[in-house]
């Protein structure tokens, strides 16, 4: 069951590995909504979740992969993709961290859910970036921007992924910055998140180390 786990998180991992450097060269346009089932599909089954949380990750899932599916051959889709993506994650997250944070032992599997709960937080930014430049142009019909892209720079899901992570480790290079006020508050959001994250995550982990040091004597 262990290395059961271990090969989901693992599989995960590499999926948000591949995202993260390599969207922009991927050949082939059927390959990103590959790589995007997958995380739902092997995500879902990361954990032994209780019923509840399983429920909701498997019906955000399967919605999520049909829409998914639906923005590779409809491009309207496009927002109601991104709502989806953004719901699922939002609920792996949370469901990975608080795994993260009541293990009582320090694995394999709980390491590697923490480095998948930190790159799953840096793409949730990136997801609800993308989602405000829509919001704007499609709900709101407003011509300006809600992030600025300096210079010849594309307008595209891996650049807002960049921007998030960037903000998420407090880089700050200012190559792509938020004009919006609601960009700006998402880029706050990202930023003391992935602080609060590093520093909560670092405690909670010392604290399982120095408990089963004190059992073991």
Not at 44 to 73: C, E, H, M, Q
């Amino acid at each position: 069951m262990i290395k059961k786990k271990l090969t989901r998180n693992n599989i995960i991992l590499i999926c948000l590995l591949i995202i993260i450097l390599f969207l922009p060269v991927l050949s082939g346009e059927a390959l990103k909504p590959l790589i995007f089932s997958a995380i739902v599909i092997f995500g879902s089954a990361s954990l032994d979740f209780r019923p509840k949380a399983r429920r909701i990750l498997n019906v955000s899932g399967a919605v999520t992969i049909l829409l998914t599916w639906l923005l590779y051959f409809f491009k309207f889709f496009g927002l109601a993709a991104l709502l989806s993506i953004f719901c699922f994650n939002v609920f792996i997250t949370v469901f990975m961290i608080r795994h993260v944070f009541i293990s009582k032992k320090v694995t394999g599997t709980l390491i590697l859910n923490s480095i998948n709960g930190y790159l799953l937080l840096g793409f949730l930014g990136a997801v609800l970036l993308s989602m405000v430049e829509k919001i704007q142009k499609l709900v709101f019909q407003s011509d300006i921007a809600a992030t600025n892209f300096v210079g010849s720079t594309a307008e595209g899901f891996h650049e807002y992924l960049y921007f998030s992570f960037v903000t998420l480790t407090t880089l700050g290079y200012g190559d792509i910055t938020p004009i919006s006020t609601i960009a700006k508050s998402i880029t706050l959001i990202i930023a003391v998140t992935g602080q609060f994250y590093m520093t909560i995550l670092v405690a909670v982990l010392v604290g399982k180390f120095l408990r089963k040091d004190e059992k073991n004597e």
